[in-house]
């Protein structure tokens, strides 16, 4: 049975919407193509000084990376 993955950052889309692919984050940030990769997934999350840099390089604020909350 697959896994549900929980939705918790807009890093792919917010890539999409400012045409931006994840090999140039991955090229301004200095790490491993995988990382920007599961980030995108949400298989796992950037710490918080990372949204910051992400944030900086796709020119929006931080807020617009993560998932509006949602109440059950």
Do not use: G
């Not at 298989?43 to 059950?72: C, G, H, N, W």
């Amino acid at each position: 049975m697959a896994k549900d993955v929980v939705k918790y950052n807009r890093i792919k889309a917010t890539l999409a919407l400012k045409d931006r692919t994840s090999k140039e984050l991955a090229e301004h940030l200095k790490i491993n193509a995988q990382t920007v990769s599961s980030w995108c997934t949400n298989s796992r999350q950037p710490r918080l000084d990372e949204l910051y840099a992400i944030a900086d390089f796709l020119d929006v604020e931080p807020i617009i990376l993560l998932e509006p909350r949602t109440k059950s």
